[in-house]
């Protein structure tokens, strides 16, 4: 058997410890006699697996007593409608920052329900960096501001948590949750997809303090309501048992290898030696702000776009995969999560400079 270095932007790369893990106990989970997906998600055994992985998480990422944790299905892309759905209450309009291809689908389900005020946009300069928290209009009566502290396709992140007052702050955390310490009493609501830092596809994590719940119009089905699953533990219907257990490996995994701030550091040293072998080369070239620049997803184009197939193919060769650029802009995106090890991003660097001395 041999990996490869796997630079998916999501599904992405687990840590091998976790699946090796997971391989130890798929047939027999502890003693059961069961895989973990033949459990019924009632009975003793996943109930203290569902209980662990919400703590572990809790831990990890310090998140106060007033916030419920929810392991919800639909993705990423049902809190774009959930979010309006659960924090509009009698307001009309919500604020909502602009900084590339995820804002702009979050503001598109959005306006379904409410007036969209956008606070800022990017796109003058084709979304390749982030406002300034003096750039923000805001409307104070707006029933919250939602932002993309990272966005995946464009790479391009905050440096800061916007301050909105009083208005809720909602933050899609999809591809940038786990990297490093975040202090969650900032924010309304977070939310992310699993299949990037957390785990295997199919949940979306959903931390959302608690006087944000129970405020959802009587028409808004149970399933979207974050009451029913607050009240339910996220047990109102059948969860992804298996994702769930999963994700719960992942975060004792962050636990045990010191936490966000271990996370936080290798994750900022993989990225500013990547972005650094991109800026010391006249053949690679990365058009994000410095501040604005991701740690998690870095898109590059190389000089002459025409050797972008033999690049991808003698990456592949090399054991450096999925690193084609999202469709929307073409090019190359390396994307780095926690389960990247920095031998991987040290792989890709020596293969950019090798790559640039035969090709440049
Ligand atoms: N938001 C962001 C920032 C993302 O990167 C993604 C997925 N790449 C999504 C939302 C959509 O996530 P999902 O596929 O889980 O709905």
Request: net charge negative.
């Amino acid at each position: 058997m041999s990996r490869v270095f796997n630079f998916s932007a999501g599904p992405a790369m687990v840590p091998e410890f976790v699946l090796q893990q997971a391989k130890e106990e798929l047939l027999d989970w502890q003693g059961s006699g069961m895989s973990v997906m033949e459990m019924s998600h009632r009975g003793k055994e996943f109930m203290s697996i569902a209980e662990q992985a919400e703590a572990d998480l809790r831990e990890i990422m310090a998140i106060p007593s007033n916030y419920k944790v929810l392991f919800l299905q639909g993705g990423a892309s049902s809190q774009f409608a959930m979010v309006p759905m659960n924090l509009l209450g009698d307001k009309g309009t919500a604020d909502y920052i602009n900084t590339g291809a995820w804002s702009k689908k979050a503001i598109s389900e959005a306006k379904r329900y409410c007036d969209v005020n956008v606070a800022a946009t990017t796109a003058d300069n084709n979304f390749t960096s982030a406002p300034a928290q003096s750039e923000l209009n805001l409307n104070k009566d707006a029933a919250y501001v939602h932002y993309t502290p990272n966005e995946t396709i464009g790479g391009v992140e905050f440096s800061y948590i916007p301050d909105t007052g009083d208005v809720p702050l909602v933050a899609d955390l999809s591809s940038t949750i786990l990297s490093r310490p975040i202090d969650v009493s900032k924010y309304g609501v977070i939310y992310a997809g699993s299949q990037k830092n957390i785990g295997p596809a199919g949940l979306a994590v959903v931390i959302v303090r608690e006087d944000l719940i129970g405020n959802a119009k009587n028409s808004v089905p149970a399933m979207f309501d974050y009451k029913t699953h607050a009240d339910a533990e996220s047990m109102y219907n059948t969860p992804p048992t298996y994702t769930w257990y999963f994700a719960g490996l992942v975060f004792s995994w962050i636990k045990n290898n010191g936490g966000l701030k271990a996370m936080g550091e290798v994750n900022q040293r993989k990225a500013e030696k990547l972005y650094a072998a991109i800026d010391n080369s006249n053949f690679y070239s990365n058009p994000v702000d410095k501040i604005s620049r991701s740690w998690m997803n870095v898109p590059f184009i190389l000089a002459n776009s025409d050797l972008d197939s033999a690049f991808l193919s003698s990456a592949k060769e090399a054991g450096l995969v999925t690193l084609k650029g999202h469709r929307s802009v073409g090019g190359m995106r390396a994307s780095i999560y926690n389960a990247m090890p920095e031998a991987g991003v040290d792989a890709l660097v020596n293969f950019m400079a090798e790559f640039e001395k035969l090709n440049g």
